[in-house]
Structure formats: structure tokens, C-alpha cells
């Protein structure tokens, strides 16, 4: 997968507008002509034909930004330090020339959108909805192209290990025969030993847990059968006094005599 942010598009769009560079190109005189730019459309459309034509999918994405939108992001580079390196005064001057290229999209739009190559064409004055169409154009695309990661056969496979065995036959004495997986080993035993760690400290936890809840267990299973009994106390009714006043033993089901020696 290859992303060009500048590319051949360039000969036809910054050369279209500034012709005089095509001076110092040092290019020949018959490539000078008044159809210079048709030829370049041509060879474009050519090229990304016998791409596509070799199974290559070409696509192309255009950002289309605003004039107003253009100059508030240039403003906002130039306020924020941290940003300055984004922008160049070239990029003002080059703006001065608005329409020109304006004009040098148009063509170059309509002269190289084909159907084995289309261009698409995306409102950029909100970054977050020009991603989403960017990133919908790309995922389609990876949807029709459905790409897999290469499977082995076994026969292959059985042919890999055949070879594998002559390399390893011809390390030098003192070497490891498979120099990469005896590396691959070695970072591979601390990790196993992280692991092999880890794992019995979970399991002593666990026993801990199982310990302290059988203890729990084992401490209600002997209090059971035997019925809760508090400790004899005696209580005065609120209105005896003298030899009417007798102890009472409060028990899980007895009551305590209410005020004036009444017993609900």
C-alpha cells in the first residue's frame, strides 16, 4: 500500500499554473508544445490504467477546501508557535492565485477521473466529516479488494522444514544452529517465569480464601441446634415494691412485664 501527498499530479497542477517552470526542466522542444498538458494528461490515464490493469487499486481522494476555511488555518498556524513549521509565506503568495487554481483542478479533475481510476471529491472545511468520507472511500475499497494473509500448504510447509534442516547443518562450530530461535528462547524463559510465578501466588491466594472460609464454616456448623439463651438478669416491674418484687430470667421467648406488673 503506497500514500502519495504529493505526486506526478503535480505537473499538472502547480507547473499548469507557474508554465515558466517548465524551463527548468531543462525539457526537450517537442515536449514544450501547446498540447504539453494533454500528454501529461494521457500518460496519467495510461500509468494508472496498467496499474489497475495489474491488479493494483488506484484511489484517489481530493479534499476540497474554501477559500475562508483556507485563510482561518493559515491565521491559526501563524497565532499557535507550535504550528509555525505548517506554514510558509510561499503558501500566502501562492494563494493570490486562488482562481488559477481553481481552474488547474477543474481540468485536471475532468481530464484524469476515469473509471478504472475515479476521483473523489471531499468537503474539507470540517476535518471531522472529510475523515469520515475519506475513511469510508477506503474501507469500500478494502472490502472489494478482501485482502488475506497468505496460507502455507503442508507439502510447502514439509519443504520449509527440509531446508530448514540443511541451514541448520551449516551453522559454524560453537554457534546455535537456529541463531533466531535460540533468541526467541531466551526472552521466552523470564516471560515464563513471570508467568509460572504469577500463577502460584494467585493459587496461595485462593487456597488463603478457601482456608478462611471453612473456618467460617466450621464455627457456625458447631453453634448450631443449641438455642441462644441471655444471661439471667432481674428486672423489677415499675410499679412493685417491697416483697412483691421478684427476679425474672428473660428468655428468647419470654416478655418483659409491662409498666403497673400487667403481662400482655
Known sequence: MGIFNRSYYGKVLVVGVH?????????????????????????????????TG??????????????EEQRTRFLKRI???ERNWKFSPADARERQRWGDYQKAFSEMLSATSTHWAPWYVIPADRKWFARICAGAVLAHTLMEIDP?????????????????????????KGAPADP??????????????????TKEKARQKAETGRVAEDGEHHNEAGGQGQPEQAAPRTTRACGATGSQARPTQASPTSRRPRPGGQQG
Not at 495489474?54 to 477559500?67: E, I, P, Q, R, T
Not at 533466531?180 to 510465578?197: L, N, S, T, V
Open 148 to 172: 488475506q494473509y497468505p496460507t502455507v500448504s503442508a507439502d510447502k510447509r514439509q519443504e520449509l522444514l527440509t531446508v530448514k534442516r540443511e541451514l541448520e547443518d551449516e551453522a559454524p
Open 79 to 81: 497565532d499557535l508557535p
Open 180 to 197: 533466531f530461535a535460540a533468541r526467541e528462547e531466551a526472552k521466552a524463559e523470564p516471560r515464563a517465569q513471570a508467568m509460572a510465578e
Open 19 to 51: 508554465p515558466k517552470t517548465l524551463d527548468r526542466q531543462k525539457l526537450p522542444e517537442e515536449a514544450k508544445g501547446k498540447d504539453v498538458w494533454d500528454r501529461r494528461y494521457r500518460e496519467i490515464n495510461d500509468w494508472e490504467h496498467y496499474l
Open 54 to 67: 495489474n491488479g493494483f487499486k488506484v484511489v484517489k481522494l481530493f479534499l476540497n477546501l474554501s477559500k
